[in-house]
């Protein structure tokens, strides 16, 4: 019964390939978001989708494409795996009508060599 | 815009000492506030949240008042405990055509016994 669930919860991977990253929620929430934590736990938001439509698009560069399928999923990929890649991957939810908080998942570590 | 500013980590205290993590805002409109902690090795859980001017949001011991006037939402603590270490981030969510969650650079939190 897990509201956000984020797959992989850990990838390594070599400079140069290209991965996803997938996230679901069971919430019935209407915005999901990606962000990045760096090392120095720096939250930045990278992508937000409501209903399955782009409304965020901060500065990432364009090797990373988010794809909604639905508006309960929110996959990222990542093209040409570069080593600033690497970073642990938060998704999360949240409902546009409330007041409530947004969810998030567990993180992906992603590990570029 | 909207921003969120917190005091730089890290915290470090010893057990049963007061706590306050300072957090203030920027924001277009009326956001709600949370507060959301990280624990080693896990994704972020909410703390506590406040949605309106003076509401004070509070859970496992820790309070934090929304001061409209002085645009802030810190957050405190009478008696910190071992197990409270962790990363304090402060957030905003703010409706301006769509949901935008807004993250402080967070604050690491070292409690020792």
């Known amino acids: 019964d897990t509201a956000v669930s984020q797959t992989p919860k850990y990838l390594v991977t070599q400079m140069g390939n290209d991965k996803s990253i997938k996230c679901e929620q069971n919430?019935?929430?209407?915005?999901m978001y990606w962000y990045k934590q760096d090392s120095k736990k720096f939250l930045k938001i990278m992508f937000s989708?409501?209903?399955?439509?782009?409304?965020i698009n901060e500065t990432v560069p364009n090797r990373f494409s988010p794809k909604s399928p639905d508006k309960a999923h929110l996959n990222l990929h990542i093209n040409s795996l570069e080593l600033g890649d690497s970073a642990v991957y938060f998704c999360?939810?949240?409902?546009?009508?409330?007041?409530?908080?947004?969810?998030f998942g567990q993180g992906t570590r992603l590990t570029v060599v | 815009g909207n921003s969120v500013t917190q005091m730089e980590g890290p915290v470090t205290l010893s057990e049963e000492a007061f706590l306050t993590i300072n957090c203030t805002y920027t924001?277009?409109?009326?956001?709600?506030l949370f507060w959301y902690v990280q624990y080693p090795g896990e994704g972020l859980q909410l703390l506590l949240k406040?949605?309106?001017?003076?509401d004070k949001g509070s859970n496992k011991g820790f309070e934090a008042t929304y001061r409209k006037e002085t645009t802030s939402f810190h957050l405190e603590k009478g008696s910190v405990q071992v197990s409270d270490s962790a990363v304090y981030f402060c957030?905003?969510?703010?409706?301006?055509?769509?949901?935008?969650?807004?993250f402080g650079t967070g604050t690491r939190l070292l409690v020792s016994p």
């Open positions: 999360a939810s949240c409902d546009t009508a409330s007041n409530t908080e947004a969810f």
């Open positions: 919430l019935g929430h209407d915005t």
């Open positions: 989708y409501n209903n399955k439509e782009l409304i």
């Open positions: 924001a277009t409109g009326y956001p709600s």
């Open positions: 406040a949605t309106k001017a003076d």
């Open positions: 957030a905003l969510k703010i409706y301006t055509g769509f949901q935008k969650l807004v």
